[in-house]
């Protein structure tokens, strides 16, 4: 199975987390990003394959830290993301604005790097 998300990056794995975890979560920063997501497992157990950068919106936090389109991002806050699950990995990556993203990305010429990306203001809710 495999889901592509939006507009605010790796914070958009809201569909993982139970309602219950976002009520009482502190504001998340906008990140600027979108990702191609393949997980395998099931909707109680998502397990991640890979986390690749499918957009970078101009200006935003995500293209100020050196975040690049294709980038294969392999750790999140110091945790490698193949085999960790989904919905863990989507409650960490919630940052605060103004709180820093740590990710180690592989870009497409195969080189490692890390990339920091400072939260920006608060995403607006869903409703």
């Known amino acids: 199975m495999a889901a592509v998300l939006g507009a605010a990056g790796l914070a958009l794995w809201m569909w993982l987390l ?3 975890a976002l009520a009482d979560a502190p504001p998340r920063g906008r ?20 986390v690749r950068v499918q957009e970078i919106e101009p200006g935003s936090p ?5 975040l690049q389109v294709e980038d294969l991002i392999v750790q999140a ?11 863990d990995v989507a409650a960490m990556v919630q940052v605060p604005p103004g709180h820093k993203l740590r990710l180690l990305v592989r870009s497409i010429d195969g ?8 939260a920006g203001p608060p995403v607006r809710s869903r409703r």
Do not use: C, D, H, M
């Not at 995500?62 to 050196?66: D, R, S, T, V």
């Open 18 to 20: 139970p309602a219950a």
């Open 31 to 50: 990140l600027g990003f979108t990702v191609y997501v393949e997980v395998e497992g099931n909707y109680a157990k998502p397990i991640l394959k890979s």
């Open 62 to 66: 995500a293209e100020k830290g050196g």
């Open 77 to 87: 806050q110091g945790r490698t993301l193949s085999g960790a699950n989904a919905r």
């Open 111 to 118: 080189a490692l790097r890390r990339v920091t990306i400072v």
